[in-house]
């Protein structure tokens, strides 16, 4: 799939500071490549999906503004 990091803005992120993959954010669709995977990209700023590889970062200056 995509083979640079998708950069994402805190708006990007879910409630819980996910996101999901496969995702648009990509330019995937989610019936196209694998089962729906939560990435949680808050805590540690980026995380890449088992699947595919795909990594998801903050954006840099972004901040998840979530619950604690």
Request: one cysteine or more; glycine letters at 12%; hydrophobic letters at 35%.
């Amino acid at each position: 799939m995509s083979k640079n990091p998708i950069e994402l803005l805190a708006k990007d992120l879910n409630a819980q500071g996910g996101v999901f993959c496969p995702s648009p954010l990509a330019d995937m669709k989610i019936w196209d490549g694998h089962p729906k995977v939560y990435l949680d990209v808050a805590h540690t700023g980026e995380a890449k999906c088992p699947y595919c590889g795909t990594v998801y970062k903050m954006k840099a200056g972004e901040h998840f503004g979530g619950h604690h």
